[in-house]
């Protein structure tokens, strides 16, 4: 027996392998596949010391593990917003801003990030650092130092310290409204602060601003806090990221250490898949509140989309993808006047341009939002045609995206069989006989049939 056995001789068989291998012992029982126990006076002294001998495999298979990890959730799925170096670097705030602006249909939109968040601009006085807008300036805007102090009486710096949405209704009747002259906020009458946080910490504030007292709906409400939510769990996961590739290459890292790692990387991936999720459902609300399509149309696609897609037995990954694509392929109209959609009157010239041309203003505010970059080409081509004549470059046949062309006829029967403005809706039976009478031509014919099958 060795000297680290004889010391350890009447400590308890668990607490002796863990401490061999300053983790759980339970957890390497399960990984050698030796079933469950219930009672340690089940495990002998030499199943401790093969457990004890699986310590460097451990490490490398965590190791692999978590490489994997950070490779799955790296910057190119999610959003590189942190860890900038130079004030060029911050562009991409301006981009986000301007998104937000373009798809809440707001006058203005400011970020603000803590003066840890906002690297690269670190030296300034305040500590909340205004870094990107929608606004044009002649200037470097990052000069001016614009932010506030923590204990400043702003709604900005109330709105982080709460994590609060604080929303001014009418900025002209209200005393403590203090107006920053070179985000022309003296002519703002609406004006929101909404708190960017995660589960570990507050990072940041997104302000929009109209000129007018024209107010923002429940929906687009809902929609800027999921984002404003969506964009501080992405910072978070991009931190820890960082923070795991540097543990693992780390000559003394112990078992102990990677396996808390994990935890707190799985924990914030579920996080980041949650807000996306909330994210894209809470957008496809959007969409359909400007629209006459009320009682979450998007939604009532979707969901003939995933049951399509489970039929024709395709992957979750896929089945996902693809539910998203369904959900925001109206996204285009997101930026597009709501009267045009409510309109009973025939359609001008230009507001037909308007419509046709929606799916490609959308592309490019999903292409602005990285981990949605994979839906693109299912949204970009659901308006193809099965015989070629569709837009936007005249696919045929199976050369249309799957994903697509399972868009397009879902989104078919759904408008079918939905009052319109202009029209009652058709019952089942018609529907498919106008979709029937159109297989080969608008729609692929296999999935025709699947769909007459589901339905009938």
Same mark, same amino acid.
């Given at each position: 027996?060795?000297?680290?056995?004889?010391?350890?001789?009447?400590?308890?068989?668990?607490?002796?392998?863990?401490?061999?291998?300053?983790?759980?012992?339970?957890?390497?029982?399960?990984?050698?596949?030796?079933?469950?126990?219930?009672?340690?006076?089940?495990?002998?002294?030499? &199943?401790?010391?093969?457990?004890?001998?699986?310590?460097?495999?451990?490490?490398?298979?965590?190791?692999?593990? &978590?490489?994997?990890? *950070?490779?799955?959730?790296?910057?190119?799925?999610?959003?590189?917003?942190?860890?900038?170096?130079?004030?060029?670097?911050?562009?991409?705030?301006?981009?986000?801003?301007?998104?937000?602006?373009?798809?809440?249909?707001?006058?203005?939109?400011?970020?603000?990030?803590?003066?840890?968040?906002?690297?690269?601009?670190?030296?300034?006085?305040?500590?909340?650092?205004?870094?990107?807008?929608?606004?044009?300036?002649?200037?470097? +805007?990052?000069?001016?130092? *614009?932010?506030?102090?923590?204990?400043?009486?702003?709604?900005?710096?109330?709105?982080? $310290?709460?994590?609060?949405?604080?929303?001014?209704?009418?900025? =002209?009747?209200?005393?403590?409204?203090?107006?920053?002259?070179?985000?022309? !906020? =003296?002519?703002?009458?609406?004006?929101?602060?909404?708190?960017?946080?995660?589960?570990?910490?507050?990072?940041?504030?997104?302000?929009?601003?109209?000129?007018?007292?024209?107010?923002?709906?429940? !929906?687009?409400?809902?929609?800027?806090?999921?984002?404003?939510?969506?964009?501080?769990?992405?910072?978070?996961?991009?931190?820890?990221?960082?923070?795991?590739?540097?543990?693992?290459?780390?000559?003394?890292?112990?078992?102990?250490?990677?396996?808390?790692?994990?935890?707190?990387?799985?924990?914030?991936?579920?996080?980041?898949?949650?807000?996306?999720?909330?994210?894209?459902?809470?957008?496809?609300?959007?969409?359909?509140?400007?629209?006459?399509?009320?009682?979450?149309?998007?939604?009532?696609?979707? =969901?003939?989309?995933?049951?399509?897609?489970?039929?024709?037995?395709?992957?979750? $990954?896929?089945?996902?993808?693809?539910?998203?694509?369904?959900?925001?392929?109206?996204?285009?109209?997101?930026?597009? /006047?709501?009267?045009?959609?409510?309109?009973?009157?025939?359609?001008?010239?230009?507001?037909? !341009?308007?419509?046709?041309?929606? /799916?490609?203003?959308?592309?490019?505010? &999903?292409?602005?939002?990285?981990?949605?970059?994979?839906?693109?080409?299912? *949204?970009?081509?659901?308006?193809?045609?099965? =015989?070629?004549?569709?837009?936007?470059?005249?696919?045929?046949?199976?050369?249309? /995206?799957?994903?697509?062309?399972?868009?397009? +006829?879902?989104?078919?029967?759904?408008?079918?069989?939905?009052?319109?403005?202009?029209?009652?809706?058709?019952?089942?039976?018609?529907?498919?006989?106008?979709?029937?009478?159109?297989?080969?031509?608008?729609?692929?014919?296999?999935?025709?049939?699947? &769909?007459?099958?589901?339905?009938?």
């Amino acid at each position: 027996m060795t000297d680290n056995n004889k010391e350890n001789k009447n400590v308890s068989v668990f607490a002796r392998s863990e401490i061999s291998l300053e983790s759980d012992p339970l957890e390497e029982i399960f990984a050698l596949n030796l079933g469950d126990f219930i009672s340690e006076h089940l495990i002998s002294d030499e &199943l401790v010391q093969k457990i004890s001998k699986t310590k460097v495999d451990k490490l490398s298979s965590l190791k692999n593990q &978590l490489k994997e990890l *950070i490779g799955i959730y790296s910057i190119d799925n999610t959003l590189k917003i942190l860890g900038f170096s130079s004030r060029e670097d911050y562009v991409i705030y301006n981009a986000i801003a301007k998104t937000i602006k373009q798809m809440l249909e707001i006058d203005a939109c400011h970020v603000f990030l803590s003066k840890e968040n906002a690297m690269g601009l670190d030296t300034t006085k305040n500590d909340i650092v205004l870094v990107g807008s929608s606004l044009r300036f002649n200037d470097d +805007i990052y000069d001016a130092e *614009i932010g506030y102090k923590y204990d400043d009486d702003s709604y900005v710096s109330r709105a982080f $310290k709460e994590a609060k949405i604080l929303e001014i209704k009418d900025c =002209d009747n209200v005393d403590d409204f203090k107006s920053i002259l070179m985000l022309n !906020e =003296d002519n703002v009458k609406y004006y929101i602060a909404v708190p960017m946080y995660n589960n570990i910490e507050k990072v940041g504030v997104i302000v929009v601003e109209n000129y007018s007292n024209k107010k923002l709906s429940e !929906e687009f409400i809902e929609l800027l806090s999921i984002t404003a939510r969506l964009f501080a769990t992405s910072m978070a996961l991009e931190k820890l990221t960082e923070t795991t590739a540097g543990l693992i290459e780390q000559e003394d890292v112990t078992v102990l250490q990677l396996q808390n790692n994990r935890a707190e990387l799985t924990a914030l991936i579920g996080d980041l898949s949650s807000e996306q999720q909330y994210f894209v459902e809470h957008l496809a609300k959007a969409v359909d509140a400007k629209s006459s399509f009320k009682n979450n149309y998007s939604h009532t696609v979707a =969901d003939l989309v995933r049951e399509i897609s489970t039929q024709l037995g395709l992957n979750e $990954k896929t089945k996902d993808l693809i539910y998203y694509a369904a959900l925001l392929r109206n996204i285009g109209k997101i930026t597009l /006047p709501e009267e045009l959609f409510n309109k009973k009157e025939k359609l001008s010239q230009e507001d037909w !341009e308007k419509l046709q041309n929606h /799916p490609n203003v959308g592309v490019s505010i &999903l292409m602005s939002i990285n981990f949605l970059s994979e839906v693109v080409p299912y *949204i970009n081509y659901h308006k193809e045609r099965w =015989d070629g004549k569709g837009e936007p470059e005249g696919l045929k046949g199976r050369s249309i /995206p799957l994903g697509s062309r399972i868009i397009a +006829i879902a989104d078919a029967y759904t408008a079918l069989t939905t009052d319109r403005t202009y029209r009652k809706a058709k019952s089942n039976e018609e529907a498919l006989e106008i979709i029937l009478s159109e297989s080969g031509t608008k729609w692929d014919p296999e999935l025709v049939d699947f &769909l007459i099958k589901m339905k009938k």
